[in-house]
């Protein structure tokens, strides 16, 4: 998985097909940026060259030199045993809205199976079905993403306006804002009793200001049909949340910002300018943010979104800081733990589009075959199958 290998992405497609035939998988963490390696079989070689994925075939030899130096406890290497597939699901609207996500297209494009879910099912009580859970570009504070000011004549906006409402109202909400929130209670729920979450751009920022605000009114008029509660801002209850504190909303509807954990309309950073840097983990004691890093590029190019990137000012104490870019005081990549169970915010909409619009094309993967950006996504995708380590002491 360092440069040798041609697609990267379709590389941890075959992982999990391995997994989802019963082999294991054995996730070289530091060696070669992350390599993974199985019992051969003529079956996963013939799958490789299918999907044009590189591969090298090892003696025994060849095999017990790598355990030996992955093993060595002067490297910064270690092992971990990925030993069953995991179950995915995707929390995305069934309507058609003029944007991609994209956890979604590297998925499907590396071949990795996962269920949609939306409201209902998740109201249904089916996410203890799961082992992972993505959470699409939501906007969980019902306000649509406050896309008010340039689309509310659009009809994409009208009818997933419509539809909205219309889904709350079958479930017993009077508001969207009322039926998300309840929404991001059962997603906290799922993460708390040991599911894993994984969340990009809004749906990370959104999710916390839900979850602050579930004692309060944030919507203005045009989102829900009253006013907001003017003092809002002094009700938000920062211990419900999983990342962000002391946060200042935007109450502003003719805004396309949520808050101040987003630094999208006050940094200032150069497009030519805009990466941002994976810490380096001890693979050996630190190893959950160690699997979550691997890559075979350190340097990520920055993109934007609604939530481009986090404001370090806004971070709890306690969550682990994967990337950052310290000359803007900005994190993309987090980590934490919630009961028994992690999530991951991802910061951005799409690593291979510097800053996607609404109604632009969907991201060709086959053009970006090795993204160190979408690589982010897929640890995250194959860490539920990793075999739970002792915790070193």
Not at 59 to 79: F, G, R
Not at 366 to 376: E, T
């Amino acid at each position: 998985m360092d440069e040798v290998q041609k697609n990267h992405l379709k590389a941890y497609g075959i992982a999990f097909w391995v997994l989802k035939n019963g082999g294991e998988v054995d996730w070289l963490l530091n060696y070669r940026g992350g390599s993974f390696m199985t019992k051969y079989d003529k079956n996963l070689e013939d799958e490789c060259n299918i999907r044009g994925i590189s591969y090298e075939v090892l003696a025994d030899a060849k095999v017990t030199e790598i355990l030996t130096q992955v093993n060595d406890p002067s490297v910064n290497m270690d092992l971990v045993k990925l030993e069953k597939a995991p179950r995915i699901a995707v929390y995305s609207p069934k309507n058609k809205l003029p944007w991609d996500d994209a956890v979604t297209l590297v998925l499907k494009y590396a071949e990795i199976p996962f269920d949609l879910v939306y409201d209902e099912e998740v109201m249904r009580g089916d996410l203890p079905k799961y082992d992972w859970l993505h959470m699409h570009h939501e906007d969980f504070t019902g306000q649509y993403s406050k896309f008010f000011a340039g689309f509310s004549n659009a009809q994409w906006y009208i009818d997933d306006k419509k539809a909205q409402e219309g889904m709350a109202a079958k479930l017993g909400f009077k508001k969207v804002s009322k039926m998300k929130l309840a929404v991001a209670q059962r997603i906290r729920d799922f993460t708390a009793g040991g599911g894993f979450l994984f969340a990009m751009c809004s749906g990370s920022e959104t999710f916390d200001i839900a979850l602050a605000a579930a004692n309060t009114d944030i919507c203005e008029s045009m989102f829900d049909g009253d006013g907001a509660d003017f003092n809002a801002q002094s009700k938000l209850d920062f211990t419900q949340t999983f990342a962000f504190q002391n946060f200042n909303l935007d109450v502003n509807p003719f805004s396309h910002q949520f808050s101040d954990i987003d630094v999208t309309t006050t940094r200032q950073v150069d497009r030519t300018q805009d990466f941002f840097t994976l810490f380096d983990f001890s693979a050996k004691w630190d190893v959950v943010p160690s699997m979550l890093t691997q890559n075979h590029d350190k340097v990520i190019k920055g993109f934007m979104g609604l939530t481009t990137a986090f404001n370090k000012n806004k971070i709890k104490p306690g969550v682990t800081i994967m990337g950052e870019m310290k000359t803007a005081n900005e994190v993309r990549y987090i980590h934490g733990e919630f009961g028994k169970g992690q999530w991951t915010f991802y910061s951005g909409h799409d690593p291979e589009d510097y800053q996607h619009s609404v109604s632009d094309p969907p991201t060709d993967l086959n053009l970006h075959p090795s993204s160190p950006g979408y690589r982010l996504i897929l640890n995250n995708v194959l860490f539920p199958a990793a075999k739970k380590k002792k915790q070193k002491t």
